[in-house]
């Protein structure tokens, strides 16, 4: 009989955990549908990014992704270049490394649902890192 009363706390407690792992959410936040946008902050060298992502069925169906200059240009295939001209073919390389990514960021985003589960670009950290804060701003505008 000794054995079976200091069994009794264990099957308690193993219950209870049990018990409370079934009434747990699947993790997955809920969304509002609509179009939400969130802006980076600036890097060193001023550029920053915008992400708009569109929420349908509470999942994301699309998600832009655009970075900005300090001036205002958007990065684009002209970005790495001076005065129109690819003068540094290693930094222009590098550059569009980066212009590649932003697409990939967002196309991957729609198809995993989770920024957590997107990997960085080789070459692309900082795009990276501006797009997550980004796309964190707007998912947490249309939380519910």
Known sequence: MKRFTTFIP????LSIVLLSGCSKSTGQTAYK????TGKSSTDDRGAYGEASITIADGKITECTYITWQEDGTQKDEN???VNGEVSNPDFYNKAQTAVHAMKE???KLVEVQKPEEIDAVSGATVAYNQFKEAVSQA???AKQ
């Not at 264990?10 to 407690?13: A, K, Q, R, V």
């Open 79 to 81: 970005y790495g270049k």
């Open 10 to 13: 264990f099957i308690l407690i």
């Open 105 to 107: 960021y967002a196309d």
């Open 33 to 36: 549908d609509g179009t939400y």
């Open 139 to 141: 998912l947490d505008s």
